[in-house]
């Protein structure tokens, strides 16, 4: 009798993770996971309870990720926030675009890493509606970012802190 090779729980996750990148969430089902890392989806529902479970891991894989980059670029200013929130995005254009842009759990849970960071560097001054605002700015700046949108980044920039300052 030949014996299968039993899938690993990492080998999933990994698979999982590159399907989204790959096709997005609209593709995020058993069949289609199953299918990206040859194999059933009986692996898949051994390893975890529901796809929502494996959904929540890969979640807290890209929230690591995105908090551990914002750790190591140590921003010190909103202005830094916003350049480094534009190096994410550079750097890992497919999961800025996957992660940042098209899951709406996703992007909550990431404007939630943002908006800490946000806090610490903005103590001070305790407008509500400023974060949206801030938050707002920078997705769309790393968008064009990653579009190759032909704008002056610095001068966008200084317009932009200059008026959230003055207000």
């Keep these: 009798m030949v014996r299968t090779q039993r899938v690993q729980r990492s080998h999933i996750i ?11 969430f609209k593709k995020f089902h058993a069949r289609n996971i199953a299918q990206h890392i040859a ?8 390893e975890f309870a529901n796809l929502a479970e494996l959904k929540s891991v890969l979640t807290s894989r890209i929230l690591v990720k995105y908090s551990d980059f914002l750790q ?4 010190r200013s909103l202005q830094s926030l916003s350049t480094t929130i ?11 675009h996957r992660f940042f842009l098209q899951d709406s759990d996703t992007i909550q849970l990431v404007k939630q890493v943002t908006k800490d960071t946000f806090v610490a560097l903005q103590s001070e001054k305790n407008n ?13 700046k790393a ?3 990653i579009n190759d949108a032909n704008h002056t ?7 932009f802190f200059q008026f959230s300052m003055e207000n």
């Excluded at 190591?72 to 921003?75: K, L, N, S, T």
């Excluded at 980044?153 to 317009?159: A, G, T, Y």
């Design 14 to 24: 990994d698979g999982a993770y590159q399907l989204i990148i790959d096709e997005g």
């Design 39 to 46: 194999c059933s989806t009986q692996p898949i529902y051994r």
């Design 72 to 75: 190591d670029q140590e921003p």
């Design 86 to 96: 534009t190096n994410y995005a550079l750097d890992y254009p497919d999961e800025f």
């Design 128 to 140: 509500p509606f400023f974060f949206d605002f801030f938050w707002q700015y920078c997705i769309g």
């Design 143 to 145: 968008a064009l970012a």
């Design 153 to 159: 980044p610095d001068l966008e920039e200084d317009r």
